[in-house]
């Protein structure tokens, strides 16, 4: 039993030193890869090691970036984050080298020397990144400024999301700003001058045509406000994806027939029922369906496919009408954006529709996919997710 002891006893002795020299090993090694030499620019300067005692593990796993000069300009800490915001290169020892290029009203005197300077910030641009630096001297225990210390934040997050609602509230203004302007001068026009029912008619079509214009804008609006905020209560339910297909066909027959476009919809043979919020994937339809409709020529071929892969119910609606250069296709998603202004307002367009599609879909755990060339046709992929498969009746549209 004695000897059973000793051998557990020697056990951990070794096992607490391994752990030791590990932690050294370990320190050594991130304090290599986490900073330039430490020792190596501090020396000659005021500031020790102790003035800057800070845990390297710490500097690892920030985000922000943080660089620490002493008096004369050198670099004497600097993390990973600094680095890389930075484009710090080894070589770049100084505040000069850091900070220098980027022609900032700021300098290490200014921090340093000056009385009443005691902090400053600054937000500049590197590369495709925007940066907020916040300057500040830092003094010892005798009140002696013997440095400077600067935290940088990436900030390009921000800054777009402000951009972007910059362009946001432009666009909304802009949007209702013409059809006000329109129903303003029409009214105004009957109002000064006493016209025939013929002109008084034309003019009143105009004013409801550009009102009902403003009311889908808002509609469009309050539904993106709604998806946004969460507050779009899903009513999520098991339905024939087949049979809501037919239906909205069905409500869109006026609009085909008018531009003598030949419509097929297949249903392959075994489409589980989907689980969705029925009014939003109807909604993403029609939308879908309209498009295609409205940028087909008359006479044009619109076919519908419904299908089944993996866990995902699918449709697929494909057109041979005008298409979409290559190089928008990636922003046909963004508010408001739309690849031929002029003719999507003719067309009573809100540039927001294929916005709220994805939204909707992918508040239902779904998604949507638009592939296109000019002059040959628009394909575009719906898919919504469907519950364990269960029995149903099949629909042919």
């Known amino acids: 039993m004695l000897e059973n002891y000793k051998i557990l006893a ?4 070794v096992n607490i030193i391994i752990l030791i020299i590990s932690w050294i090993i370990m320190k050594k090694h991130l304090t290599k890869k986490i900073m330039f030499p430490k020792t190596k620019l501090i020396k000659g300067s005021e ?69 009443n300077w005691t902090k400053t910030e600054e937000r500049f641009q590197i590369d495709d990144r925007f940066v907020n630096a916040y300057f500040a001297p830092f003094k010892k225990e005798n009140d002696k400024t013997v440095g400077v210390i600067v935290v940088l934040q990436d900030i390009t997050e921000h800054v777009k999301l402000d951009n972007m609602r910059k362009e946001f509230i432009a666009d909304v203004s802009h949007e209702l700003k013409t059809p006000i302007t329109s129903i303003m001068g029409y009214a105004d026009t009957l109002l000064e001058e006493e016209y025939d029912k013929e002109t008084q008619s034309k003019f009143l079509s105009v004013i409801a045509s550009e009102a009902r214009r403003m009311a889908k804008l808002v509609t469009d609006l309050l539904t993106l406000s709604k998806n946004d905020t969460n507050k779009n209560a899903l009513k999520k339910e098991q339905f024939d994806l087949g049979e809501l297909v037919k239906k909205c066909q069905d409500k ?25 919020d029925k009014d939003d994937i109807e ?105 364990p498969k269960e029995e149903k009746t099949k629909v042919n549209c």
Do not use: W
Not at 10 to 13: G, K, L, N, T
Not at 331 to 357: N, P
Not at 363 to 378: M, R
């Open 10 to 13: 020697i056990i951990i002795v």
């Open 47 to 115: 500031v020790t090691n102790d003035d800057l005692d800070i845990n390297n593990s710490i500097f690892l796993h920030m985000t922000d970036g943080i660089i620490a000069f002493d008096r004369d300009g050198k670099v004497i800490l600097i993390n990973p984050a600094a680095q890389k915001m930075m484009n710090v290169l080894p070589e770049h020892t100084r505040f000069d080298d850091i900070f220098g290029k980027l022609n900032l009203n700021i300098n290490i005197e200014k921090i340093i020397y000056l009385e």
């Open 252 to 276: 869109l027959a006026i609009e085909i027939k008018k531009k003598k476009h030949e419509v097929k919809c297949f249903v392959t043979a075994d489409v589980p029922l989907v689980y969705a």
């Open 283 to 387: 909604r993403v339809i029609l939308n879908i369906l309209t498009n295609s409709i409205k940028y087909t020529k008359e006479g044009g071929e619109i076919k519908i496919y419904v299908g089944f892969v993996y866990n995902d119910a699918y449709i697929k609606i494909y057109d041979n009408g005008i298409g979409i250069p290559e190089n928008e296709l990636e922003r046909i998603f963004e508010r408001f954006y739309r690849v031929d202004k002029a003719r999507s307002r003719e067309m009573g367009g809100t540039g927001l529709g294929l916005s709220i599609a994805k939204d909707l879909l992918e508040s239902n755990g779904g998604n949507i996919d638009i592939k296109s060339e000019v002059g040959k046709g628009t394909e575009v992929v719906i898919k919504v997710p469907t519950k």
